[in-house]
C-alpha cells in the first residue's frame, strides 16, 4: 500500500508516499480502508520538528489522527465488526486499567497516547476503537470529526456553558475554533470569535458565528469585547490566555487545549481569586463524545467545515495550506 510519511522534518517539503506492506489485522484489531484522513495542527507540529514525540530516529513517519473507511478485515477474535463496514475512528488509545479507563473520562487516561496512521490506503486499529458511520455521513465529512470536534465539544462539557451564554473563541476558523463556532450554534449558545482575516471571519460567520472581531492584537481584542464572557475556548495559549482570563466575567470558565501563540502564559493571580474564575486544561474528548457527533451530523445538526480535499500524493500541499493559514476548518485527504 502507499502512505504519506514524514521522511524528514524539515516542514511540507518533507512529506514523501512511500510503500509499505499491507497490514494484517491482529487479535482485536481491524484493517480500514482509508476513505479520508484530516490533518491536524498536531499534525504539523511534528513534521516541523517541534514535538517531543517524534525525532528523527523515527523517520519515515506516518502520522494521521481522523481515520474514516470501510472495514477490510478484522482480526481473530473481532465480533462487533465485519469487513464492508464503514466507520470512523476514536483515535483515543488508552490503557483500560487506570483509574480515569475505569471511572472515566476515558480521555484523561494516566497512560494516554494518540493513533498515528492514517494518512495511508490502509490503517491498522485498534477494532473497538471503530464508530459505525450511518447512511448519509461520508467518509470525508466523518474524518472532519475526530480531533477538533471532539476536543471542542469536551471543552465546551468542561466550561458548563448553559444555552444563551456567551463564548469566547479566540481564533476561530482553524479546526477546534471552527468545530467550536458550531457546536455553540447546535447548543444555543452565542459565539464571539477572533481572526486577523476578514474573509475567514466572514466564512465562519456563515456556519454560525454570532460576533467577529478582526484583530490578533490582544489590547484591540479586549477592548472589542463588549460584555464579558461566560467561557473561553482557547486553543492558542500565548498571550491569549491573558486575554482569555481579562474578558471572563466572574465565576467563568477559560477551558485550554493547546500553544498555537506560546506555550507560556502569565495570569493575574488576583483576578482569578477575587474573581472566582476558573482555568482548565482539557485534551481530545471520549469515544462517546464522538458517537454523539456523528449522531448530530446524520440529524443534520450541522454539517463539520472541510476547507479542502487533497489525494494522497499532495499531502505536503495540505500541510503547506495549513502553514499558510489560508483555509477555514479542516484540512482533509483522501487517499
Ligand atoms: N489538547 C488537545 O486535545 C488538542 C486537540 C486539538 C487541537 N489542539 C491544539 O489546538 C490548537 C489548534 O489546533 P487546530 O488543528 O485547530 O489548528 P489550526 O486549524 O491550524 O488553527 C488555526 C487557527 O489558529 C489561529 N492562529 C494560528 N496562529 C496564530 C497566532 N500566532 N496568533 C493568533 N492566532 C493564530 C488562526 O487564526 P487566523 O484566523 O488569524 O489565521 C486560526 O483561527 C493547536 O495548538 C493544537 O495543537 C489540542
Ligand atoms: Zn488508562
Given at each position: 500500500m502507499r502512505a504519506a510519511a514524514?521522511?524528514?522534518?524539515?516542514?511540507?517539503?518533507?512529506v514523501d508516499v512511500i510503500d509499505r506492506p499491507d497490514p494484517a489485522p491482529e487479535p482485536g484489531e481491524a484493517v480500514v480502508d482509508v476513505d479520508a484522513c484530516a490533518i491536524n495542527r498536531h499534525d504539523l507540529w511534528i513534521l516541523e520538528g517541534d514535538s517531543a514525540m517524534v525525532d528523527a530516529d523515527d523517520l519515515p513517519f506516518v502520522t494521521g489522527l481522523d481515520v474514516a473507511g470501510t472495514v477490510r478485515e478484522v482480526g481473530?477474535?473481532?465480533?462487533?465488526l465485519d469487513a464492508g463496514d464503514r466507520v470512523v475512528l476514536c483515535p483515543n488509545e488508552t490503557c483500560g486499567v487506570c483509574r480515569f479507563c475505569r471511572e472515566g473520562?476515558?480521555?484523561?487516561?494516566?497512560?494516554f497516547s494518540l493513533y498515528h496512521g492514517?494518512?495511508?490506503?490502509q490503517a491498522r486499529v485498534t477494532a473497538d476503537r471503530l464508530v459505525p458511520l450511518p447512511d448519509g455521513v461520508d467518509a470525508t465529512t466523518a474524518a472532519a470529526l475526530p480531533t477538533a470536534y471532539m476536543t471542542a465539544y469536551r471543552m465546551l462539557e468542561r466550561a458548563e456553558v448553559d444555552a444563551g451564554d456567551t463564548v469566547f473563541v479566540p481564533g476561530a476558523t482553524g479546526g477546534v475554533g471552527v468545530a467550536t463556532v458550531q457546536l455553540c450554534d447546535v447548543l444555543g449558545l452565542e459565539s464571539v470569535g477572533t481572526s486577523r482575516s476578514a474573509a475567514k471571519l466572514d466564512r465562519v460567520r456563515e456556519v454560525g458565528l454570532d460576533h467577529g472581531i478582526e484583530s490578533a492584537d490582544i489590547d484591540e481584542i479586549s477592548e472589542s469585547v463588549d460584555e464579558p464572557v461566560d467561557a473561553v475556548i482557547n486553543h492558542?495559549?500565548?498571550e491569549f490566555s491573558e486575554l482569555g482570563q481579562s474578558v471572563l466575567r466572574r465565576g467563568g470558565r477559560m477551558v485550554v487545549c493547546g500553544?498555537?501563540?506560546?506555550?507560556t502564559s502569565t495570569f493575574d493571580v488576583a483576578d482569578l481569586f477575587l474573581g472566582h474564575k476558573q482555568i482548565i486544561g482539557s485534551t481530545m474528548g471520549t469515544q462517546p463524545d464522538l458517537e454523539r457527533l456523528v449522531e448530530f451530523v446524520a440529524d443534520g445538526a450541522f454539517s463539520p467545515v472541510i476547507d479542502e480535499t487533497y489525494p494522497l500524493e499532495e499531502t505536503g500541499a495540505a500541510f503547506a495550506a495549513m502553514q499558510d493559514g489560508e483555509s477555514v476548518g479542516k484540512l482533509v485527504v483522501e487517499p
Open positions: 514524514f521522511t524528514e522534518l524539515v516542514g511540507p517539503d518533507g481473530p477474535d473481532v465480533a462487533r473520562p476515558e480521555n484523561r487516561c494516566e497512560n492514517g494518512l495511508a490506503e492558542l495559549g500565548g500553544r498555537t501563540a506560546g506555550n
